[in-house]
Structures are given as C-alpha cells and as structure tokens.
C-alpha cells in the first residue's frame, strides 16, 4: 500500500498544486508539458513543498508565490497563503507583488538587447550621453561607462544618492549632484551597490534611442516573454484586484499590512517592476537561455560574467561555504566549491523577492513575498543544496519516496 500512494502521489501531485492556490499549468506559459517531468522530478518538489510551507507558516508571511523552471519546462508554479493577513483572497499564479532589485536584471538584459541591435555600446561614456553627469574626480567621471554603472563598480560610495530617488526626484535634478561625490576606488574595481546611479541606463537609453525605457521594456521583454501582468509604475497596481499588499512586522513582531507607496518608480529600472509569479516564470525561460529569439547566447554569458569582486561576504547570509562572489551586468553570480549560481535579491515597500539560476544545470528558482523576514535568505541556497543532495543520491541509486499517506519521507536504496 505504501508504494501504491507513492506512485498515486507523483501522479495527483500536479492536481494538489492546482487545488492550493495555483494554476501549474498557466495558459501564459507557453510549451508546458507535465508528461516530461519526471517521477524523480517530482519527489524533489514535493519534498521543497513541504519545507516551504512548513517554514513558510513560522516565518509568519502571510502571501508567497514560488516558480522552479527547469530546461524550458515550468516543473513548479504555485501561491501560498492570502492577500492581506486576516482575509480570506488567495494568493495565486497570476497575483502581483512588487520584485524590488530583480529589476536590475531586466535592466541588464534590455541593455543587452539595445546593444545587440546597435543603440548601445558597453564601453559607451556616460559623460558622452549625459553631459551633466560629472564627479569631483572629473577624470573618473569622463571614463565611467555603461558597463561600470550596471555591474556597481563606478568607483563611487555604496547608495549614493539613494534618499533622493526614494524622495521622487527625477533625473534632472539627481544628475547633476553627483558632481559633488568623492570616489574610493578605481572604476572597474572598486565595488559598490547602487540604485541611483544604476537607474541611470533609463535617461541613457532615452537620449540614445529617443524612446523611454519602460516602453522599450514592454516592448522587449514583457510582450515577447508573454509577462501578462507585469508593469512598472504604481498606477498599474495599485488598480489590480489582484495584489499580495506588502507587510511589515511591528514591535509585537505581528504580521501587519503596510500601504504600497510609490518608491522606485520613478526608477524603474533599479526597483519599479511589479509582477505575478507566472510572469516570472516565464523571465526564468528566457534566462535560462530558451529564449534566443529574444537575447543571444553571447549576451546572456556577458550579463551573468563575473565582472567586478563583491568583497561583503556578510551579503549572503544563510548561504554556507560561499567560494567568492561577483557582479555581472544586474546580476550577482555568487561560487560555491562545486557549483556557480546567478542569483539576486529584491526588497521594496515591505515586500522581498529572490531568484537564482544555475546554468551549468539549466535549473531556476524565483520567489516572491508579501514581507521581508529574514528567513526568505535561506531558501534559495537550500533549495540549490537540496537538489544538488537529490541529484548525488539519484546517480549512487539512492531514491527519495514521498509518501503522501503517512507523509514520511524516506531514502532506499
């Protein structure tokens, strides 16, 4: 009876999903197909449920939604808990939260695009394009590139100006103080995270391509990627009757619901994207290299290189054994002893969001929740630890077997 409810386990687990919150088979996905995933497939996501919800429920985050991507297959697409503490409105597929920081990526690889279609170059001046950009070391400043300000590494200190675009400030006015900073390192080399100077690309690409870049955005990601619910201003969701409202904890350490406000939206490209946990879904394909239509191969293993030394081993929390990590073009690509992973975090506004790929294994993960506990630090390189343990026990003939009766888990041989 116990490997009858196993088998039988594999074969609804996909009908459980829909059931909870989740419509695993998104008509916005397109080519998904549940008759390829294997049985093991499915014991490794049944058994990250079951963590994840357990985990999920002593956090106390009242809304999640997850999304695990592996070749060009939507293996796992699920939401979690509701809306608002203390209502009864779902969290689904198509729910939308605010991503924070993951918009740098989207950032890197648009500019990727409007380098592949020749707008932009890498090695372009900003100072060529944005003549009042200046620093007090003006020879710095002249050489500064786009490359230098997406990858953090312009040389200048870490949030520079960051108050004045939480403040709503527009690019005119932010630009031009930048000629009163100092520099404390060499462009190229010296690391420093940034959300002002990084929203900086949008005005660049305005002036070079003479369209604003959240159309460009729409334009070259969002439609093409089938991102049905994604936006980028704080109009689009603020309308939505399907939104995780953002939560905070008070001093009682309850879980309370906070108002969404309109920071980063007039920096979109540093922290403005809202979006549904199958649109992400769909951005994992397109990272994980299914997308050529889209991006060349050649762009994507520019953007994920390890272009500049993050020195902050402190920044990965929770992860364990971190070898070294660097930043690419919007992205962070953090080294493990045996394993290379291409990872970044988002918090905004209450909400928190992580996502993570490993290439070599063409595997994804994103997650997105309705507040910002600490705990969210732990479940991404958990999730890559498991599944590295679940991969070494499938190649020595080590099985894991889910038992959904008796919900014990158990490794045979």
């Keep these: 009876m116990r490997k009858m409810s196993s088998l039988l386990f ?99 690889l648009l500019t990727s695009q409007l380098v592949e279609d020749g707008y932009l170059n890498w090695d372009d001046k900003v100072k060529d394009i944005l003549p009042e950009f200046d620093l007090k070391d003006h020879a710095q400043a002249n050489r500064i590139t786009i490359q230098h300000l997406l990858s953090h590494s312009t040389g200048i200190q870490r949030h520079a100006y960051t108050d004045l675009t939480e403040r709503g400030l527009k690019f005119e006015r932010i630009i031009p103080s930048f000629s009163k900073l100092n520099v404390y390192g060499k462009e190229g080399e010296y690391y420093a995270y940034q959300n002002t100077a990084f929203s900086f690309i949008e005005e660049i690409i305005k002036r070079k391509t003479g369209k604003e870049y959240n159309e460009w955005l729409r334009e070259k990601i969002f439609k093409p990627a089938r991102m049905e619910q994604a936006s980028m201003d704080y109009k689009s969701i603020k309308k939505s009757d399907n939104v995780a409202l953002p939560h905070v904890f008070d001093r009682r350490h309850r879980c309370v619901s906070t108002r969404l406000n309109k920071k980063y939206y007039n920096a979109v490209s540093a922290g403005g994207v809202n979006a549904s946990i199958s649109d992400m879904a769909n951005w994992l394909r397109v990272l994980l290299g299914n997308r050529q239509d889209m991006v060349k191969q050649s762009s994507l293993d520019f953007i994920f290189s390890p272009l ?106």
């Excluded at 106390?60 to 070749?71: D, E, H, Q, R, T």
């Excluded at 969290?91 to 993951?102: K, N, P, Y």
């Excluded at 507040?371 to 991404?380: F, G, H």
């Excluded at 077997?401 to 919900?407: A, E, F, L, P």
């Design 10 to 108: 594999l074969v609804l687990f996909p009908v459980f999903s829909i059931l909870n919150n989740t419509n695993i088979i998104d008509s916005a996905l397109a080519d998904v197909s549940e008759a390829t995933t294997s049985a093991d497939d499915w014991e490794f996501i049944a058994q990250f449920e079951e963590d994840f919800q357990r985990k999920l429920k002593i956090s106390g985050c009242p809304g999640a939604a997850v999304a695990i991507v592996k070749n060009d297959q939507v293996l796992y697409l699920k939401g979690f808990g509701v809306q608002k503490n203390g209502h009864n409105d779902l969290v689904d597929t198509e729910t939308l939260f605010r991503v924070g920081s993951l918009s740098k990526g989207f950032a890197g």
């Design 308 to 413: 500049v030394k993050n020195p902050q081993q402190h920044s990965f929390y929770g992860w364990g054994g971190v070898k070294s990590n660097y930043y690419g073009i919007g992205w962070r690509v953090v080294n493990w002893p045996d394993h290379s992973l291409v990872f970044h975090s988002g918090s905004v506004n209450g909400y928190h969001s992580d996502i993570a790929i490993d290439r070599k294994n063409k595997i994804g993960i994103c997650i997105l929740y309705s507040t910002n506990d600490r705990y969210a630090d732990l479940v991404i390189p958990d999730f890559f630890r498991d599944y590295y343990q679940h991969q070494k026990d499938l190649k020595s003939g080590k099985k894991l077997i889910v038992d959904c009766q008796d919900k014990e888990n158990k490794v045979i041989s």
